[in-house]
């Protein structure tokens, strides 16, 4: 990984500010928290624990200023709360209960064995790229040509994995315009018909956009990934470009089900002759990684990549 993307985490003060979020639907995250609340309050100043089914964007701002938010559940509660903290930049220490743990590293023992590397900046921390996706009424005009400034989406978020149109119910083929720096090209890149269409970070290329074929992109690199959901064409192929293009979305024809779907978890129904914005998003998710790991034993411990075909 490039220096730009990957670099240790901040030295902090001996007794670091800790925002805790935890996923208390799980059970197992609540009975940890018994014991591992005690330890972290004689180490630690814990500003806030909010509950994360209930905490919003717009409620963060309003949140005190940590050194950390640890986060206790799984990869799934880090995404959201990637989303919901985006604006604050906090660094952000995942602690896994769920079943993969690819984002989330560390286990409560983890972080007990490595807190003096946590605190004084020893651990290495990545900048993990998010998008900003828009979505524009029909009506808008097509890539926003001819608009100095673009109307107001009337949707509009952000998403640490990917974005993906998915065609929904009653699960007929879609059709999707895609064009890249269309501003530039002065032309739609390609028409797509299929069950949909997946732009994926570096962090999300591992998810949905792997299992649409698409490919694994190391975290390092400043890039987004486009995989077809089961094209019509055998000629479309995954595609990964520099993060700094626009990609726009036309929907030319769609299902009542159509939806965009955001990390998995967020989702916004869409309507035959709407557009679609996704770029870069000027803010990035600080990811603080366990030393006793990294990206490409992680994706061979937990994903099995490279493993050799069993002789059974």
């Known amino acids: 990984m490039s220096d730009e993307h990957t670099r240790h985490n901040p030295e902090v003060p001996n007794k670091p500010r800790i925002l805790i979020l935890a996923n208390r639907i799980k059970p197992q995250v609540v009975e940890a928290m018994h014991s591992f609340r005690p330890w972290l309050e004689d180490r630690a100043e814990i500003v806030a624990e909010p509950d994360t089914k209930m905490l919003f964007r717009e409620d963060a701002a309003e949140l005190p200023k940590a050194d950390f938010a640890i986060v206790l559940g799984g990869d799934g509660t880090l995404l959201s709360q990637a989303r919901t903290l985006v604006d604050l930049e906090i ?55 001819g608009e100095d400034e673009m109307p107001e989406p009337i949707f509009r978020s952000v998403s640490l994995n990917d974005a993906a149109v998915v065609a929904g ?43 649409a074929g698409g490919p694994i992109v190391s975290p390092g690199i400043d890039g987004i990934c486009i995989s077809a959901i089961a094209p019509q064409s055998i000629a479309f192929r995954p595609i990964v470009f520099d993060a700094d293009c626009d990609v726009w979305l036309s929907l030319k024809h769609t299902n009542p089900g159509t939806e965009l779907v955001l990390d998995g978890q967020e989702s916004c129904r869409l309507e035959q002759g709407q557009q679609i914005l996704i770029k870069k998003h000027p803010r990035v998710l600080k990811l603080v990684h366990n030393p006793d790991m990294n990206y490409w034993g992680l994706l061979a411990k937990k994903m099995h990549w490279a493993a050799r075909p069993s002789r059974d």
């Not at 501003?183 to 998810?207: C, E, H, Q, W, Y």
């Open 91 to 145: 660094p952000m220490i995942g602690v896994n209960f769920g079943k993969v743990g690819f984002l989330a590293e560390f286990s409560i023992a983890d972080i007990k064995r490595h807190w003096k590397c946590i605190c004084s900046g020893g651990c290495r921390m990545s900048h993990r790229l998010m998008l900003d996706v828009m979505i524009f009424a029909t009506g808008t005009p097509e890539w926003g040509d």
């Open 169 to 211: 119910p009653p699960f007929r083929m879609i059709e999707i315009e895609l064009a890249i720096e269309p501003k530039i090209t002065r032309s739609s890149a390609t028409t797509i018909n299929g069950d949909g269409l997946i732009v994926a970070t570096p962090s999300g290329s591992t998810a949905y956009n792997l299992a």
